[in-house]
């Protein structure tokens, strides 16, 4: 021991197991000459160094991290030098007491496996299942924790020599890859790639078994494989997701900057929604019809980077990843009718057996459903649309430790949300909640949840909703309830990743939440406060003709505009093709099914529906999307808005859109209209109050144009505007808002 000796106890939190980091710690305890040793446990990963050159050792740690670890904290501790040791350990893990560590997310494929993939010389060459520890399943295959191999879907795949002697060396890549594999040992294609490849190119629909569920694929070049996918899937208007070999390949589609770029081929590899090039090779029509976005997403998998390696031509090595590839794929989840994705292999066969003409399965199974994360790029930063593979269970850090709270969301978009100490675990998509499967799902994903993060929860917050599955579900828990009102959860939503405490001013803009009352609000500005929320204002009621049908059908939400602006003699000779127009004017009239709401999904339908943009629409928020890939330079009508007693009433901008010249210029006023009227309707609350910041949530902050004319707005104005960037803005973060406010009633 020499007397520059120190020994230190070095204590790693964060995703830290399962990504490589003892072989870390291992190797650069060798590098600078250090004895001791290193070990998992609950807490996250323990260290015991002594040296002369641990400070060294320290800045390495951090700074050199292996590409899946995220510390969050290393806490230090001096010790008592000790005389005689030698060498340095990766000790045994120590299981026992409360889990604060967990599992990662799904990774892609890694640059030194791709390398082997490709190489002919290697023994994994072109094996559709080869990973190490930087990349590969994680959370999909997971039955329960400690994350160890006969914990996961690998279990039944004894390693061969050769793999065991990689998998016990800690100075290989794979030491201790829990799910690393070889031709001789692990799971086995029920078809080869050149099948695969012949039937996509044949036209023919494939349904192919992912990382967190099947996909359902087809040759996007091919209109006639296209259509017949979104009519076997009943699909509707919904765009398909399109599968390219790299950025360089997606680049002949969609343009882009370097932060999508580094969104596109990050590990987590999302759908990144990407504006069309208008010189771009043609694909299928019914790919995205009307829209000015694709979303575009690379290989994760082997067996995808397989498929363009096989339409290639099987060149040898990586360099043709460099290169647009003319393969483009549709990639679309394989969940018929609104159920959940379609994960084992009998149930595909019998789910998926009238839409795929080829299913393509294996013998790994996959434990975990989770769809494909898919994000965009809004107001200068990367938001998610929908958070699920390669992204859960990754938390979401809160300002401060709150009481264990399991959180149910609302009823469309469904997630959950589990809170341990500061964090806040949101789970996968789950669905809309209008079948049997989808709530199977719910409850299978809390009781996974639950069991992998390794908490016992003391409430269940939902929705005030009384009539929402979820809030069915979180009543037959037994659990002690908290009822949080829709629009209050989504405001504390993003007050919550943004980690804002104390009283904030929110605007909720949405399709539909339950009001205080029973109303149906959903265009709201709102004081919110731990539990406390205060309904400061909202958008001028429009009556919703038919109920929640006028959400398909926009013509309708336009017949009731007419109205307000005293027009209803037109809206007969306008709407009669569409369906019963006289009818729905007496309905208006009268206040028979025509509810009031103040919601601003339904302003927008109103907008789609008098310039003639999708006067039906397959699906909810169909017609708004059209309205958006029609923006390029968003217009201000001025005076086009009336603010009086908090009420923001839109309704001149809606007369203003009948002398349009076109729809496209009709969408450009509108887009730059709202949102200069809600910033000026919202800067006398804050000012009223002292307040310089905005909370911005809601379902219509997934529109890039009016997420990024509100934040303009607001920064002119000196008001910092919140977005939501790690939840969904739509109802796919209600779970996280409703377990904040719960943790103020604990």
Known sequence: MSHD????????????????????????????????????????????????????????????????????????????????????????????????????????VCPAC???????????????????????????????????????????FPLCPDCMAEYEDPADRRFHAQPTACPACGPHLSHPPEDILAALRDG??????????????????????????RRVKQRNGKPFPLMVANAESAARHVGMDDDERRLLEGAARPIVLLRRREDAPELAPDIAPGLAWLGVMLPYTPLHYLLFHEAAGRPEGTGWLREPQELTLVMTSANPGG????????????????????????????????????????????AFLRRGRGHVPEPIRLARPVPPILAVGGHLKATVCVTRGDEAFLSQHIGDLDNAATLDFLEETVAHLLHILDVEPVAVAHDKHPDFQSTRFAERTGLPCVAVQHHHAHVAAVMAEHRVEGQALGLALDGFGLGE????????????????SERLGSLAPLAQPGGDLAARQPWRMAAAA?????????????????????????????????????????????????????????????????????????????????????????????????????????????????????????????????????????????????????????????????????????????????????????
């Open 5 to 108: 000796d120190e020994r230190l106890r070095l204590r790693v939190r964060g995703r830290v197991q399962g990504v490589g980091f003892r072989p870390h710690v291992h190797a650069l305890a060798r590098r600078y000459g250090l004895t001791g040793w290193v070990r998992n446990d609950p807490q996250g990963v323990l260290i015991e160094v002594q040296g002369a050159d641990t400070a060294a050792f320290r800045t390495a740690l951090s700074d050199e991290a292996p590409p899946l670890a995220r510390i969050d904290s290393v806490d230090c501790e001096a010790l008592v030098p000790i005389p005689g040791p030698t060498g340095f350990t990766i000790r045994h893990s120590e299981t026992g007491g409360a889990m604060a560590t967990g599992i990662g997310p799904d990774a892609a």
């Open 517 to 532: 009352g029973g109303g149906s609000w959903g265009g709201e500005m709102l004081l919110v406060d731990g539990l406390r």
């Open 339 to 382: 159920e959940p994705l379609a994960i084992g292999n009998e149930e595909a066969r019998e789910r998926l057996a009238g839409i795929a003409d080829l299913i393509v399965d294996h013998d790994r199974d996959i434990l975990i459903r989770a769809d494909d994360s898919v994000t965009r790029k809004l107001a200068g930063a990367p």
């Open 562 to 746: 007419l109205l307000r602006m005293g027009r209803a003699d037109e809206i007969v000779p306008r709407f009669a093709g569409h369906g019963p127009a006289e009818g729905v004017r007496r309905m208006i009239e009268r206040g028979i099914n025509a509810p009031p709401t103040s919601s601003c999904g339904r302003w927008f339908d109103a907008a789609c529906g008098l310039l003639g943009i999708r006067a039906m629409a397959g699906f909810e928020g169909e017609a708004p999307m059209v309205l958006e890939s029609l923006v390029r330079r968003p217009r201000v009508a001025a005076g086009a808005w009336r603010i009086a007693g908090g009420e923001l009433d839109l309704t001149p901008l809606l007369e203003r859109l009948l002398s349009a010249a076109d729809a496209v210029e009709g969408a450009e006023l509108f887009h730059g209209t709202l949102a200069a009227a809600l910033v000026d309707w919202t800067l006398p609350a804050l000012r009223a109050r002292g307040l310089d910041r905005a909370v911005l949530s809601g379902g219509c902050l997934m529109n890039g144009v009016l997420a990024e004319e509100l934040v303009a707005g607001f920064h002119a104005a000196g008001v910092e505007a919140l977005l939501p960037r790690l939840a969904p803005a739509n109802d796919g973060g209600l779970s996280l808002g409703q377990a904040w406010v719960a943790s103020f009633a604990l």
């Open 204 to 229: 023919r629909i494939v349904a192919v078994k992912g990382l967190g569920g099947f996909h359902l694929a087809c040759d996007a070049a091919r209109p006639d494989a296209v259509k017949r996918l």
């Open 114 to 156: 791709l390398a082997e993939l490709f190489d002919p010389a290697e023994r994994r060459y072109r094996y559709a299942f080869l990973n190490c520890t930087h990349c590969g399943p994680r959370y999909t295959i997971t039955r329960r924790l400690p994350y160890d191999r006969p914990q996961t879907a690998m279990a039944g």
